[in-house]
């Protein structure tokens, strides 16, 4: 298995733009997590999904934020319109059912917005 | 929902030497706690964990204890090596919007001085 994988792995995008994450979970894992990271907050969590579902977003910092997951091997994190304040490492990470606790990361995207 | 406080913020070693790091939490019905850890530029990865049955567990030259009444658990690492230095995350298990999800602590960035 190729893990979690994130593309783009480095964004820089100007102010106003619309930016795209995306992450493919590790197939058969039905919990999908992504977090923000930064120096000064650490891993927030924005949004995850089990089996397709958001179930709590409660991390989503503003409107501007929205995630999908059309299907169980795709997701996306969408910016619009992307701020400077905005700049930090998305993660991406997936989990299996109940009895798999441990959570697999993807390797991020470092997103830069000037 | 589960609160992860984590201590030191930043820790500075002699190679050789062994380095401490401590998680409290909040929810005491919280039954699993890992431990990651983030290389400079990469992603956060499972190193060692434990489950609240367990009050300590050893791999290698890394050690994690459990104090469930106290509600703190630890992670130690023996005869430090220059490789250790990264930022080290605990993290809990804990209820969160109709599901068991981990909270993170904000993390330590371990410096192995050689």
Redesign the interface.
């Known amino acids: 298995d190729a893990g979690v994988i994130q593309s783009p792995r480095h964004e820089v995008t100007e102010m106003g733009q619309e930016v795209t994450l995306r992450c493919k979970p590790i197939s058969g894992h039905d919990y999908l997590?992504w977090y923000r990271q930064t120096m000064m907050r650490?891993?927030e969590?924005l949004i995850?999904f089990?089996n397709n579902v958001p179930?709590?977003d409660?991390g989503m910092p503003e409107d501007r934020f929205s995630a999908k997951m059309p299907n169980a091997s795709f997701s996306t994190l969408k910016i619009q319109p992307s701020e400077p304040r905005d700049s930090a490492v998305y993660?991406c990470a997936t989990r299996g059912g109940?009895r798999e606790?441990?959570?697999?990361?993807?390797?991020?995207t470092r997103l830069t917005v000037v | 929902g589960e609160n992860v406080e984590q201590h030191p913020s930043t820790l500075s070693v002699q190679e050789g030497d062994s380095a401490v790091i401590k998680c409290t939490y909040s929810d005491s019905a919280s039954n699993?706690f890992?431990w990651?850890k983030q290389e400079l530029g990469?992603?956060?990865?499972?190193i060692i964990?434990i489950r609240s049955n367990v009050g300590e567990k050893k791999d290698q030259r890394i050690a994690v204890t459990l104090n469930k009444t106290a509600k703190h658990f630890s992670l130690h690492i023996t005869e430090t090596q220059p490789e250790d230095s990264a930022v080290y995350?605990c993290a809990a298990?804990g209820y969160?919007?109709?599901?068991?999800?981990?909270?993170?602590?904000?993390?330590t960035k371990l410096s192995v001085i050689p």
């Open positions: 997590f650490g891993l969590l995850y089990n179930i709590d409660s993660f109940s606790d441990g959570y697999t990361f993807g390797s991020g | 699993y890992p990651y990469k992603r956060p990865q499972l964990d995350f298990k969160r919007a109709g599901s068991y999800q981990l909270t993170f602590g904000k993390g």
